[in-house]
């Protein structure tokens, strides 16, 4: 009798246990997004944090001034440009919807007589997705206005996130090795894979990426073209394909000025595109990242793709991360089949 009772004991326990978790998943649930980039913001600043504690300055006092240099150097900046960002499309808009509606874009083709089509009428086609980006543009406009006062709900749990992250965050590595059922050291890799794989996405790739769009709207500035800022965040979405990059939007803009007949800017957006814009990540990457950080392109293009793709904007992170920590695991698991068989 007493080990059945002591078993039904346990699974009470079990299914209790797992209630809580629930519950507490359940309730940190609105905030995950939030949480997740305070790890990040955290695991980038980090360094900051320990140098200001090395200087003797109590945990609390340096916590808080990485928060308020995280507000100054990232969420700052990167806000002034999404509002200018958001500015620019809102004016260019009207500008593109009547230089379509002035020109033809109809183009006749020769195909077989089973293929019923004859022509394609490409103003139609653009017409119909700049419709459709537009309303999309304006339904995430009225959602984020609907939903300003959870957007500083939001905000400001990530930067008091990131503040007991910072202030505590050696406890609760050594909490999670302490409860985690598996090898200290497989769960000090996989942590360690982690901070790794953040760092690379952020400063490697984010960081190079804006640096990229900053420098190509210099240029955009130089050659006088409307919507300098527009295009500068093309030139940094581009910046994350491999191998093209940047060239997918320099070069056509360089081409358009030919076209046009303007030499000199299409010539001066030519070289500025290839040998500045182009070239620049070479520079500013090994800066951010060391000389010794490996970035696997490849993985992180996939990751980023995919992560969108799966979570939206949040999956430029969430993707690589989840990449890097599975073959971080499998590698671990390769490692101790191989250990085993000896």
């Known amino acids: 009798m007493v080990p059945n009772k002591k078993f039904i004991i346990n699974i009470l326990v079990s299914i209790f246990i797992a209630l809580l978790i629930y519950g507490f998943i359940k309730l940190i649930s609105p905030f995950i997004i939030s949480i997740f980039f305070s790890i990040i913001f955290s695991i980038i600043y980090y360094p900051f944090y320990r140098k200001l504690t090395e ?8 916590s808080f001034i990485t928060v308020i240099l995280m507000v100054f150097t990232i969420i700052l900046p990167f806000s002034v440009f999404f509002w200018l960002l958001f500015k620019e499309a809102k004016s260019i808009y009207p500008q593109l919807i009547s230089y379509i509606d002035s020109n033809s874009f109809v183009f006749k083709l020769n195909l077989p007589q089973f293929i019923p089509l004859s022509s394609v009428d490409i103003k139609e086609i653009i017409l119909a997705n700049l ?20 957007f500083f709900v939001n905000f400001f749990v990530m930067l008091v996130s990131v503040f007991f992250i ?32 953040t760092n690379a996405i952020i400063k490697g790739v984010i960081l190079t990426a804006f640096v990229q769009g900053v420098v190509a709207i210099i240029g955009l500035y130089i050659i006088n073209i409307s919507s300098p800022i527009l295009f500068g965040a093309l030139v940094m979405m581009a910046a994350l394909i491999p191998f093209v990059g940047t060239s997918t939007v320099t070069i056509p803009i360089a081409i358009y000025y030919y076209l046009k007949g303007d030499i000199y800017s299409g010539t001066f957006m030519l070289i500025w595109g ?23 392109i490849a993985l992180v293009f996939l990751g980023i793709i995919g992560g969108i793709r799966t ?10 991360i989840f990449v890097s920590i599975i073959i971080t695991i499998l590698d671990i698991y390769k490692e101790d089949i191989k250990r085993k068989q000896i």
Do not use: M
């Open 166 to 197: 910072l202030k505590d965050g050696k406890k609760i590595i050594l909490w999670l090795i302490d409860i985690i059922p598996f090898e200290n050291r497989y769960i000090e890799r996989i942590l360690t894979q982690f901070a790794l794989t």
């Open 311 to 320: 979570y939206g904007p949040p999956g430029i992170f969430i993707g690589p």
């Open 274 to 296: 290839i040998f500045v814009v182009g070239l620049v990540d070479n520079i500013v990457r090994p800066i951010f990242i060391g000389k010794n950080a490996r970035i696997p």
């Open 131 to 150: 419709d459709e980006i537009r309303k999309a543009i304006t339904k995430s406009g009225i959602e984020i206005i609907r939903n300003i006062f959870l």
């Open 55 to 62: 200087k003797k300055i109590k945990e609390t006092i340096a």
